[in-house]
């Protein structure tokens, strides 16, 4: 399985081969979460119309959802104009986050604007 070189030539990987994908609610557009794809991952996120992951720290891939549940149904996928990043808009179905939260963003807190003074 191989991404049309048309879509793969767009595409700007990180030297692992990876690209960032941002994962956003396509009813309420909230960030839910931020993953990794390489060619494959996005390959079978496309075709099989279900988000696919490479995890960086478990060198493998996973399928938002065949443990918790929670998965993440594709209805859109878009490149970034730099082709360095894909939106991902989905129907979540459960908590996107591991930690049980609708949105990975919720648990790190929020930085003020100000807090990084010069």
């Known amino acids: 399985m191989t991404l049309p070189a048309s879509l793969a030539d767009r595409l700007k990987r990180d030297s692992?081969?990876?690209?960032?994908?941002?994962?956003?609610?396509?009813?309420?557009?909230?960030v839910l979460m931020l993953?990794?794809?390489d060619d494959e991952a996005l390959h079978r996120t496309l075709t099989e119309g279900r988000?696919?992951?490479?995890?960086?720290?478990?060198?493998?891939?996973?399928r938002k959802g065949d443990t918790s549940g929670?998965?993440?149904?594709?209805?859109?996928v878009?490149?970034?104009?730099?082709?360095?990043?894909?939106?991902v808009l989905v129907d979540q179905v459960g908590p996107a986050c591991h930690t049980g939260t609708r949105t990975c963003f919720e648990a790190g807190g929020h930085l003020p604007a100000h807090v990084l003074e010069s």
């Open 70 to 76: 929670n998965i993440q149904l594709v209805q859109e």
């Open 51 to 62: 988000v696919t992951f490479w995890s960086r720290s478990r060198q493998e891939y996973w």
């Open 35 to 37: 993953g990794y794809m």
């Open 78 to 87: 878009s490149i970034d104009c730099d082709g360095d990043a894909l939106l």
């Open 16 to 30: 692992n081969g990876l690209i960032a994908a941002i994962i956003q609610d396509s009813a309420t557009l909230q």
